[in-house]
């Protein structure tokens, strides 16, 4: 299945390219959705591998189907918390993971 988004330039692909097939479906997703420039998308991805190189903890990517419907609810409210889209889903699932714990 090709990666190619149309909305994307060919610099946002580059970007991604040397990234695993997961990680770039989910960098050009953000680029897309977020409307991010291919230079902020350089930043983002510098960010995150410096911040999980920080953590010192192993990053695991998990990919799941969801609804047009559901990512666009999901977007609308990490976008009110101010919040990247993947940081809002792992926040939540935390957040459902400590008071199913309890």
């Not at 692909?13 to 420039?37: C, S, Y």
């Amino acid at each position: 299945m090709s990666r190619r988004r149309d909305t994307l330039s060919l610099q946002h692909h580059a970007e991604v390219a040397a990234l695993p097939e997961d990680e770039q479906e989910i960098w050009l997703t953000r680029a897309e959705t977020e409307g991010w420039p291919q230079s902020k998308l350089r930043k983002e991805i510098q960010a995150s591998r410096a911040h999980a190189e920080d953590s010192g903890q192993a990053k695991v990517t998990i990919s799941v189907e969801v609804s047009s419907a559901q990512e666009q609810r999901w977007t609308a409210a990490a976008r009110s918390a101010a919040v990247p889209l993947p940081e809002w889903i792992a926040g939540t699932l935390d957040e459902a993971a400590v008071r199913t714990s309890r």
